[in-house]
């Protein structure tokens, strides 16, 4: 067994699982997009009943002002639902499937099995099926947020 203290020992053990589940969350991510994504972000704000200076480069920073701390966290009540929503895309459909391939290894050592067709064909359905299943949760979540205009209807799908 290696080392898993160092970056190098966790690569020698976690090399092939992370690979063949990277391949399954690739093959995931082009049957649900049919494309590469890339990152989106969704801020539900709004800019209405604000009351703003007259002078017109004070309510400029008075917007930014707000908009800051409506990023940060602090809602007034004309925002208080509003939500900011952020999807990594492509890079975000990669950590989950290293993050599958390293799972996938895991209950196959403690199973302890240690052979190499196994941990393929787990780390690819791993890779495969853990990202499917997210990226529903995700989809769904945004046609929460967004209005379908926005979405799309094959994206809500």
């Known amino acids: 067994m290696a080392d898993m203290t160092t970056i190098s020992g966790f690569i020698e053990v976690f090399r092939l699982p992370v690979i063949m589940s990277l391949i399954g969350g690739l093959i995931g991510h082009f049957v649900k997009n049919g494309t590469v994504e890339l990152p989106k ?5 709004e800019v209405n009943e604000i009351e703003l200076s007259h002078n017109r480069l004070l309510a400029w ?10 990023i940060l966290g602090y809602r007034k009540k004309s925002n208080e639902t509003k939500r900011v929503f952020f999807d990594l895309g492509f890079l975000g459909d990669l950590l989950i ?3 599958t391939g390293v799972l996938a290894k895991t209950a196959l050592a403690l199973a302890e099995t240690d052979n190499d067709f196994a941990v393929i064909s787990s780390a690819l359905l791993a890779g495969y099926a853990g990202l499917s299943y997210l990226k529903g949760k995700a989809n769904e979540e945004l046609s929460k947020t967004v209005p379908e205009e926005v979405v799309g209807k094959d994206e809500m799908d």
């Open 41 to 45: 972000i969704v801020i539900e704000y």
């Open 97 to 99: 499937a290293i993050g």
């Open 61 to 70: 920073f008075q917007r930014i002002y707000r908009f800051i701390f409506f």
